[in-house]
């Protein structure tokens, strides 16, 4: 797959969704320069549709890999809006952060999982793209390739009838290793990020969403991650995701294998 490195224009930038004056032209100003600093951002592949709602699928190695999908999506002129773990909204700063600009805390477990879902939604009822990270957590696959994603994702964008668009980026974990606690911006890092055209749904979307039916468009999904990654890396991907439960590991929390 041959992709070509894209910045937008000064004049494209004026059209985009983040012209408006939010919050997020403050998150912009006390993020992007030390980001900046330490990482260079290139584009690859597809735009990001100028407006409208979405789903847009990253795949997921390390913690600061939110930080990074968030500085493309706002180089691509988007307002990035996540599903992040609950337990980032209690921490102090960082959380009020988080809840002012609209991010959405996602319980790993019971009653509440599926607020996470109608609160998505309630954004994408606004005209918003909202990033959802299909693997739930950080990939168990020890070569850091895609593992095997959960349905939300999809159910979203099938649900609402929206876009899914997958996107792929590596070199990430140059700055910071999976499951690492510290940055490592010298000497400075690139990350390449690959964004790849809306997946094709269209065989999922007239029949019942069952779980059945969400888990086999999810694997559609997390091929097309897949296949982006491969790209960056020029090394094919495995040909099955990897399967946490086929490998005796817990899907949640810290895994050294």
């Known amino acids: 797959m041959q992709q070509q490195a894209s910045t937008p224009s000064p004049r494209a930038k004026q059209r985009t969704e983040r012209s408006r004056p939010s919050f997020f032209w403050l998150l912009a100003v006390l993020i992007l320069p030390p980001m900046a600093a330490m990482v260079k951002i290139r584009l690859h592949g597809e735009k990001l549709p100028a407006k ?80 959802v990270y299909p693997e739930g957590s950080l990939t168990r696959d020890p070569e850091l390739w895609p593992m095997r994603g959960k349905t939300g994702a999809v159910r979203i964008a099938l649900e609402q009838g929206i876009p899914l668009i997958p996107v792929a980026h590596w070199g990430t974990q140059e700055l910071m290793p999976r499951y690492g606690k510290k940055l490592h911006p010298f000497p400075r890092k690139t990350i390449d990020v690959a964004v790849g055209k809306p997946v094709d749904l269209s065989a999922f979307a007239d029949g019942p969403l069952d779980q059945a039916t969400l888990a086999r468009a999810t694997t559609v999904v997390m091929d097309e991650i897949a296949e982006l990654l491969a790209g960056l890396r020029g090394e094919p991907a495995p040909v099955e995701r990897w399967d946490p439960s086929k490998r005796g590991q817990t899907e949640t929390g810290r895994f050294d294998g």
């Open 52 to 131: 409208g709602a979405f789903v847009l699928s990253p795949n997921h190695y390390s913690e600061i890999d939110p930080v990074v999908m968030g500085m493309a999506t706002w180089y691509l002129g988007r307002l990035p809006r996540f599903l992040a773990k609950a337990s980032l909204f209690k921490v102090p700063v960082v959380g009020w952060f988080l809840r002012t600009s609209g991010q959405i805390p996602v319980e790993r477990a019971g009653s509440r999982s599926h607020a996470a879902l109608r609160a998505a939604e309630e954004l994408v009822e606004k005209g918003r793209m909202v990033v």
